[in-house]
């Protein structure tokens, strides 16, 4: 039997919605054999001993959050040495399926920018729970009447990482 696999699932997030995504994936994972470190993009974790990554972030202002595409950008020379897979977590999706190409767009702009071709790219629903955003955040999010609630799949979220596994190299 081979040395046991190691993903890095890196994330970004304004109000944790992200961290939980992230935290399912990694242990979705560690079910199939696989060593998976969960650290926050601000952490700014290193590539090395790592045989695949996923990346993921929340989307605020439709974008990224700044700290995972700096992350990205970063270590951009390392992820294309590796299986990669990113995930975006938006309220968007939750709205609506039609919102997927906006929703990819805002992983593909990063994507295209630093010439990475990642293996997946996962789009999973977010949610408005107003206690957890800023004001001017809560204010945005009423002034476009945004549905409020926890949206997240979990089950969709670890059958998209159970899929990955032969892709990102990890059986």
Request: aromatic share 8%; hydrophobic share 45%; proline share 4%.
């Amino acid at each position: 039997m081979g040395e046991q696999k190691r993903c890095l699932v890196v994330y970004a997030t304004g109000s944790g919605c992200t961290e939980d995504v992230a935290r399912w994936i990694a242990e979705e994972l560690e079910a199939n054999g696989v060593t998976a470190d969960v650290r926050p993009a601000d952490d700014d974790p290193a590539c090395a001993g790592y045989d695949a990554a996923i990346v993921g972030s929340g989307v605020r202002a439709g974008a990224w959050h700044k700290q995972a595409r700096r992350w990205v950008v970063r270590n951009a020379e390392a992820l294309r040495t590796m299986p990669v897979a990113f995930f975006t977590v938006g309220l968007k999706m939750a709205e609506s399926e039609k919102n997927a190409a906006e929703v990819r767009g805002y992983t593909d702009a990063l994507i295209q920018q630093i010439g990475l071709s990642p293996v997946e790219i996962g789009l999973f629903a977010g949610w408005s729970q107003m206690k957890r955003f800023t004001l001017p955040e809560r204010l945005v999010l009423k002034a476009l009447k945004a549905p409020d609630g926890d949206f997240r799949d979990e089950a969709a979220v670890r059958a998209w990482t159970s899929g990955l596994l032969d892709r990102l190299g990890m059986l």
